[in-house]
Structures are given as C-alpha cells and as structure tokens.
C-alpha cells in the first residue's frame, strides 16, 4: 500500500511524449514546414484536412497548429510558428481543456441535430478567450451525408474568427465537395528507420536497456504507426523489464523464428513436400499461429523480392542462398498466391491443415517460367546452361528428356515422317539373319510423340558391319555414352534424327526443334572427333535444313544412288526402304529456310496425302496392320 501511495500515476509513453511543438514531429517534416510558413506569412486556411492511416500524427498536428493560432505567451499578439508551450491556452489545449478549442469525435456525432448543436449553432459566437475558435473533427468520414450537408455552408464561408481541422483516415469516404473547401495535407506511414530510431531515443530517456534488433522488429509491426509502436514498446518493457532484446521481443510478439520461414523458403524455390511438411510438424508441436507463421512468410517474401532486384538486405541470414536459383518473377508469384491463401485460412476451422494445403498449391501451381526462358534462351545461343540449385525441380525436368534405360537400347525403333508425308511405324528385329541385313545407308526419323513417353530419338538400326567391326549405330551409340556428361551435347544428340552415310552423317531437327540448330553448328567438331576417336575413320557430320540445306540434300541423292542398286529382300519378299528412296522423301518433308507457318500450303500437302500414299508406307501397311491417316 505504502508503494502504491509513492508511485505516481502512470502515463502511457504515447502519451508522455506526445509532440508538442511542429520540430518534435517525427516523420512528417513536410508538413510541418508548411504549416510553419503558412503561419510566419500570416496565410492562415479557414478549413484543413488531414489524411492518412492511424497513429501517424493526424491529431498531434491538429493540436499544434490550434496552439500556433492561440499561443500568448513570450508576448506574441499573433498566431505563431512555435508554440511556447507554456501559457494558459498551450496547457489547456495539450489537455483537451480549452473552451475555445472544440475536439469532435464524428464517429460519437454522426446526426445532423448533433453537428447542429456543436457546431453550426455555436460558430457565430465569438471565441471567449483565446484568438481563434478552432473546431477538431477526428474521424469526419463517419459523418452521415445529411451531416455533411448541413456543414457544407458553414467550412465553405465560416466567420473570419473560426478554423475547421477536419481528420480522417479514409479520405475517399470524404463527399468531394467537403475536400474543396479544405487545405488537403496526407499524412505518409512513418518508415522503420524512423520509427527504429525515434523508439531507441526514448529507451534512452527511461533507461530502458533496449537493442537496435528489437526496436527494428517493434518498428517492422507497427505498420507504420508511432503509436503502435510506442504501444508494442509499453507491453516489451512490461514483459522483460529495463533489458529488451530481440529474443524477447520475437517471444512477446510471437513470431516466426526466421529459421522456420528459410526453411520454408527453401522448400518453396525447391519445391521440396517432406520439408515443408516437417515445418508445419513444427508449427504444431511449438504452438505457432498458422496466420501469424503466413503474414511472416509473406513479409519475408516481399523483402526477398526486394532484395532480388538488388534493393534492402537480408531479412534473414542465408537469404540469398535460399533464392540463388530462382528468378524475381517466381518470388513475386509465390508472394501474391500467399496473400490469397492468407486470406482463406482466416475462415477456416482448422488453420494449420488449410495453411499447410494452401502452401502445397503454391509449391505445385508456381513455375520458375523466367528462369526456364534464360536456360532455352543460353541452349539455343550455344552459352553454357547456368548450374542450378541440386534440388529437384519441376522445370529440369521439363528442360531434358528422360534417357533411355539400356535394355530399351536395343528394341525396336519407331518410324516417322515430316507432317507432309504420312505417317508410319516400322520395326526391326534386333537379331536379323545375316541375309536380311539392311544395307549401311538407311535413313532413320524421329520417333512419333507417344502420350506416354518422352519425346527422344528414333533411329533404325543399321546392321550392317563395317571393315572396323563397329555399324554406324553402334558409333553413335558409343558417343551417346561419350557425352553422357555433357548434357549440351547430350540434348543434341537425343533431339535430332541421324541419316548414316558412307562417310558422312546428316542430323536433321523435327518441327518445333529448329532451334537446336545453332548450338549444333558449334558442336560438329566436337562430334567428329568424337566419331574418329571410336570408329578410327573420319566421319563427316552435316546438319540438315541449314543455310545450305538444299546442297547437302542434293549431295545426300548423289551418295545415296549406288546404294539403291543393293537393296536387298527380306525373308517375305517384300523391298524395304532404301537410302536414296529415304532420303528424298525426308528431302521433301524438310522445312525450308523460311519461317514455318507463314509461307507454307499446307492445304496441298493435304491433298497430295490422300491422292497418293508412299510405296514404302503402302508395304509397311502389309506387314503391320493399321491405318493410315492424312
């Protein structure tokens, strides 16, 4: 009892060190050099409104400046720039105490008889003491529309002794013909670095021992607000007393450890399910708010986009680690998905378990599409492809096709022509005897788009054995494993059809490969040496559907005519495609140099398929059952 009659009342910090005079403002240094100015030259507005979000010094300005317009002392006969602070009317103002200073809440006074009684019944009545008559309405767009019309006249033309201070935090809500009548001055959120600052400079005057990380998180929830955040500091100072760290802080707040949100980063740019799962484990078992952990993550989001376009720091330490292998694209759509599952889980009966499905959404339905263009864009330029993250993700797999398993190596191999030319499948047995041997020349295509496989190649294979011991198919294989780790050659070589010559080998593209061909023209020596080094006999490599297509095409029917006499009959009789009756049709089907679907008739291709069908297709049709389509 005796400690309660000691102590003497206390004063919340808002409202200890509310500012006083304009120079104590924090944050709105504009404004409060405006209202200066207007007072030293004596242009001094009938009507003022302030806008702007709570807690950012709305009110405080309105009592200042009704304190410049009234202040008497050090002999001023005027309205001043600087308020002493210490006469009757600056006390009594400070208090809420003066007469001649009416302070309205509008939300408490929302009719019309209301607003009459107030203040269209009193406005013509001089002021009883101080200069001028100064009515403050907070809130003033909770009036009702009868109250502001019936306040229209009176802010429009009041009495020369009078001033209106009209405060909102929702200006749009204001009817327009209220804000033409008053001086219009927004109120901007104070930064971080302000309100950080300003809350370590009052930890000083109470000799709290407070350290910059936990004035930055205060300042970071306070949205802007000095009066939140002198509020978050009241409840820090209850909760840990004169020493006030971050730990303490995050504890009071109860906010995501920023181990948890990397994690959950992390899990989001690698798409990992089994970490982001484990998380929310976590969440559970520590007791965390699912609509606290989500506004977290959000936050760190926002400041991760930031800093990815080389702006701000860290949020937390290994952030850039985290985001290494992502684009800014891809951290902007998980960003804006999140607010949209923040905004589900705030309904939702189970939060944790709506959090969690929400977040596998986004890890599912977000794709680094920015990221995919770059390496598409280096593959096509020949520039080596940037190394990514080692954790699995859902563009890789995209980017490459599947290998084929070794057993499959050997199985049949399918057959396809260009659009123009229809289409069939043939097989080959692996072990043909040695009578049915396929003559060395023979064409093969790429292999039709199965729904259930992977787009890769398909060449027939040639049995024929040559004086090394080694068929060109068994060449090719070789350097498949050659370059097994070097994936750009890889891709080249598993994306194009092959035509084996005798001592030259044509890769040609399919529609919608095209663009393999520049990085393919860089790769040919690479090739051929490859091809020398297994075969020991120097193998030309030529692209087809190049600049000089139509030579090599024509080159291709002059190699290939001696090989057209030794066509050779299977077991049934029946003649099997040559390489020179190969490569004209492929020749045929070839794009030409200019650009596909602009210049091509693809009606007469139409046509001159169901008029007329190959005699290759036509024998294959006799061995396999199926049918032809145009």
């Given at each position: 009892m005796e400690m309660f009659e000691e102590n003497t009342q206390y004063i919340s910090l808002a409202n200890k060190y509310r500012p006083q005079k304009f120079e104590d403002m924090v944050g709105q240094e504009n404004i409060s050099k405006t209202l200066q100015n207007a007072l030293k030259l004596g242009r001094i507005a009938h009507a003022y409104l302030f806008y702007g979000p709570r807690g950012c010094g709305k009110t405080t300005t309105a009592r200042i400046l009704a304190k410049a317009l009234n202040c008497t002392g050090n002999g001023n006969k005027k309205p001043t720039a600087e308020p002493c602070g210490q006469c009757p009317q600056c006390l009594e103002i400070a208090q809420s105490a003066d007469m001649d200073v009416l302070e309205l809440d509008a939300a408490s006074n929302t009719q019309v008889e209301k607003v009459r009684e107030a203040i269209i019944d009193t406005v013509a009545l001089a002021a009883s003491r101080d200069r001028f008559k100064v009515f403050i309405l907070d809130e003033v767009h909770m009036l009702s529309a009868s109250s502001f019309n019936a306040l229209l006249k009176t802010i429009e033309e009041p009495p020369s002794h009078v001033v209106f201070i009209l405060a909102t935090?929702?200006?749009?809500?204001?009817?327009?013909?209220?804000?033409?009548?008053?001086?219009?001055?927004?109120?901007?959120?104070?930064?971080?670095?302000?309100?950080?600052?300003?809350?370590?400079?009052?930890?000083?005057?109470?000799?709290?021992?407070?350290?910059?990380?936990?004035a930055k998180i205060i300042a970071k929830n306070a949205g802007g607000a000095m009066r939140d955040a002198l509020t978050l500091l009241d409840?820090?100072?209850?909760?840990?007393?004169?020493?006030?760290?971050?730990?303490?802080?995050?504890?009071?707040?109860?906010?995501?450890?920023?181990?948890?949100i990397k994690q959950a980063?992390?899990?989001?740019?690698?798409?990992?399910?089994?970490?982001?799962?484990?998380?929310?484990?976590?969440?559970?078992?520590?007791?965390?708010?699912?609509?606290?952990?989500?506004?977290?993550?959000?936050?760190?989001?926002?400041?991760?986009?930031?800093?990815?376009?080389?702006?701000?720091?860290?949020?937390?330490?290994?952030?850039?680690?985290?985001?290494?292998?992502?684009s800014t694209g891809f951290l902007a759509q998980v960003s804006r998905k999140l607010n949209k599952i923040i905004e589900e889980v705030k309904f939702s009966d189970n939060a944790l378990v709506s959090a969690e499905v929400g977040m596998f959404t986004i890890m599912d339905s977000c794709l680094d599409i920015d990221g995919f263009v770059r390496r598409l864009e280096a593959l096509e330029k020949?520039?080596?492809?940037?190394?990514?993250?080692?954790?699995?993700?859902?563009?890789?797999?995209?980017?490459?096709?599947?290998?084929?398993?070794?057993?499959?190596?050997?199985?049949?191999?399918?057959?396809?022509q260009e659009p123009s030319v229809s289409s069939a499948k043939r097989f080959a047995p692996a072990a043909a005897p040695a009578a049915a041997r396929l003559p060395e020349d023979i064409i093969s295509a790429e292999a039709e788009d199965e729904p259930e496989e992977e787009a890769e190649q398909a060449v027939i294979e040639p049995i024929a054995v040559k004086p090394d011991g080694l068929t060109d198919r068994q060449i090719w294989d070789k350097m498949l494993k050659q370059f097994a780790k070097s994936p750009f050659v890889y891709d080249i070589m598993t994306n194009c059809s092959v035509t084996f010559g005798q001592d030259q080998w044509i890769l040609c593209f399919g529609p919608g490969k095209e663009f393999y061909q520049i990085p393919a023209q860089n790769k040919l020596p690479e090739m051929e040496q490859a091809a020398l080094k297994i075969s020991g006999r120097v193998i030309k490599i030529k692209l087809e559907g190049s600049s000089d297509g139509g030579q090599r095409r024509e080159d291709t029917k002059k190699d290939s005519l001696g090989a057209a006499e030794s066509v050779k009959q299977t077991p049934a009789g029946k003649p099997l495609q040559t390489a020179a009756v190969a490569a004209e049709k492929t020749a045929k089907a070839v794009l030409s140099d200019e650009e596909p679907f602009i210049k091509a008739d693809f009606e007469a291709d139409v046509v001159a398929s169901k008029e007329e069908t190959p005699e290759e297709v036509k024998n294959i049709l006799e061995i396999f059952s199926g049918e032809l389509l145009a």
């Open positions: 935090t929702e200006k749009h809500k204001v009817p327009a013909t209220i804000v033409s009548r008053c001086q219009t001055f927004r109120f901007r959120p104070i930064t971080v670095d302000e309100i950080t600052n300003h809350l370590l400079d009052l930890a000083g005057a109470e000799n709290i021992d407070l350290t910059p990380a936990a409840r820090a100072i209850a909760y840990a007393g004169s020493r006030i760290d971050e730990k303490m802080v995050s504890e009071l707040l109860g906010l995501t450890p920023d181990e948890l980063v992390e899990a989001l740019t690698c798409k990992n399910g089994t970490q982001l799962h484990q998380i929310f484990e976590t969440l559970r078992e520590e007791g965390f708010d699912a609509n606290s952990f989500l506004k977290d993550l959000k936050n760190a989001l926002g400041d991760l986009f930031y800093f990815s376009l080389g702006q701000g720091s860290e949020p937390f330490e290994g952030a850039a680690a985290a985001i290494a292998g992502v020949g520039l080596p492809v940037e190394k990514e993250s080692p954790a699995p993700r859902t563009t890789e797999t995209l980017q490459k096709p599947t290998p084929r398993p070794a057993a499959a190596k050997h199985m049949p191999q399918s057959f396809k």
